[in-house]
């Protein structure tokens, strides 16, 4: 079945250029494999795929999320704060905000956009 397969998140871009300059200049990510009107990521021991597609910014929920260890979260947001990466708030439920990251339980997390809107989020381990 197809638990036993990785899955791979897909983002839709609307311009695969400007989306390759943020996940690769912005984020930090090397290209890997080139796909027809994309680009797969390698992030961890995963791989995500950025397509252009005219779909691109319809999505509205968190998309793709990454997570980092407690101990190394708060260098996490500040390297993307200092690529200009700016953090989104949101009310909801059991979310308390330090300022843009928010805190759950003894979680932390924090969500910002690529260039087409695609949400992303970096948190601590949850467990």
């Known amino acids: 079945m197809l638990s036993t397969y990785s899955p791979i998140p897909t983002l839709a871009v609307k311009d695969v250029a400007a989306a390759r300059s943020f ?13 027809t009107g ?20 319809t999505n509205k929920a968190t998309a793709m999320a990454f997570e980092a260890p407690d101990g190394d979260f708060d260098t996490e947001v500040q390297k993307l704060r200092d690529k200009g990466v700016q953090f989104q708030t949101f009310e909801m439920e059991g979310l308390e905000w330090d300022g843009d990251v928010a805190k759950f339980g003894d979680s932390r997390a924090v969500w910002f956009n690529d260039p087409d809107g695609n949400i992303l989020s970096l948190g601590t381990e949850l467990m």
Do not use: D, K, N
């Not at 996940?23 to 796909?35: K, N, Q, S, V």
């Open 23 to 35: 996940y690769e200049g912005t984020l930090g990510f090397a290209p890997g494999r080139e796909e």
């Open 38 to 57: 994309g680009i797969v990521y390698t992030a961890g021991s995963g791989q995500f795929l950025v397509y252009e597609s005219a779909y691109a910014g």
